[in-house]
C-alpha cells in the first residue's frame, strides 16, 4: 500500500494546458482502469474531477481530462484558469477492496 | 442533496479512544460502500477503511489494522469509526466519503472531524 507517485507542484499560465502525472506500479494503476482525480482547495474537502481513468462526473468542466498509459495515469487541465489553483490527488484501486491515493501535487496558476 | 456529516473529533491522549460518526442524507444510504479518508496536516489524502453496503465486508489500510473498527446502522443512515490506541501519527482531518459506484472514486465528502492524538 505504497503511495503513487506525484509531481509535488506544477504551473502554468491563464489559457495554458498542463498535465500533472501520476505513476503506481503493475499492482494498482497498471492492472485497473480505476484511476479516480481530486481537487481540494485550502480548508475544503476533495472534489471528484475524474473516475475510471477518463470519465467526468456531470458538473465537472470539460477542460479536465485524464488518461493512463501503463502504470502511470495522467490529469490535464486546458484553458487553465485562476480558479484551478488548488492541491489535486490520484487515486488508485489497489486490490482486495482498498485504494491508494497519491502524494498531492499543488497547482500554482501564474 | 446528498449530505455528509462528520462529528466526534477532538483532542486524545495516545493510547486513547475515539469513536468518529457520520450523518448521511440526501441518498439511500444503504446503496453504497461508505469509506473514511484521512488528511494529517499539511499532508495528503489516506484512505482508512471502507465497508459495504450491508456491512458484511470490511476493509483497512495496513497502518490501522487492528486498531480501528469501520461500521454503519443503515437504520439510522450513520457510518462509525471506532479507533482505539491511538496515536501521534493519527492525527488527522478525518472524512466520510460516498463510493459513487463501486468503483472506489468518491463523488461525496464530507466536511471532516478533527483528531488530535497529543499528551
Known amino acids: 500500500q505504497s503511495a503513487l507517485t506525484q509531481p509535488a507542484s506544477v504551473s502554468g ?20 482502469n ?4 481530486y481537487q481540494q482547495h485550502p480548508g475544503k474537502a476533495p472534489k471528484l474531477m475524474i473516475y475510471e481513468v477518463s470519465k467526468r462526473p456531470s458538473g465537472v468542466s470539460n477542460r479536465f ?8 495515469a495522467s490529469l490535464t487541465i486546458s484553458g487553465l484558469q485562476a480558479e484551478d489553483e488548488a492541491d489535486y490527488y490520484c487515486c488508485s484501486y489497489a486490490g482486495s477492496s482498498s485504494v491508494v491515493f497519491g502524494g498531492g501535487t499543488k497547482l500554482t496558476v501564474l | 442533496e446528498v449530505q455528509l456529516v462528520e ?8 493510547g486513547g479512544s475515539l469513536r468518529l460518526s457520520c450523518a448521511a ?23 482508512v477503511a471502507n465497508i459495504k453496503q450491508d456491512g458484511s465486508e470490511k476493509y483497512y489500510v495496513d497502518s ?24 501521534a501519527e493519527d492525527t488527522a482531518v478525518y472524512y466520510c466519503a460516498r463510493d459513487a459506484g463501486g468503483d472506489l472514486s468518491f463523488d461525496y465528502w464530507g466536511q471532516g472531524t478533527l483528531v488530535t492524538v497529543s499528551s
Open chain 1, 34 to 37: 480505476l484511476v479516480s482525480w
Open chain 2, 64 to 87: 490501522v489494522k487492528g486498531r480501528f473498527t469501520i461500521s454503519r446502522d443503515n437504520a439510522k443512515n450513520s457510518l462509525y469509526l471506532q479507533m482505539n490506541s491511538l496515536r
Open chain 1, 13 to 32: 499560465s491563464p489559457g495554458q494546458s498542463i498535465t500533472i502525472s501520476c505513476t503506481g506500479t503493475s499492482s494498482d494503476v497498471g492492472s485497473y
Open chain 1, 65 to 72: 481530462s485524464g488518461s493512463k498509459s501503463g502504470n502511470t
Open chain 2, 25 to 47: 442524507s440526501g441518498f439511500t444510504f444503504s446503496s453504497y460502500w461508505m469509506s473514511w479518508v484521512r488528511q494529517a496536516p499539511g499532508k495528503g489524502l489516506e484512505w
Open chain 2, 7 to 14: 462529528s466526534g473529533g477532538g483532542l486524545v491522549q495516545p
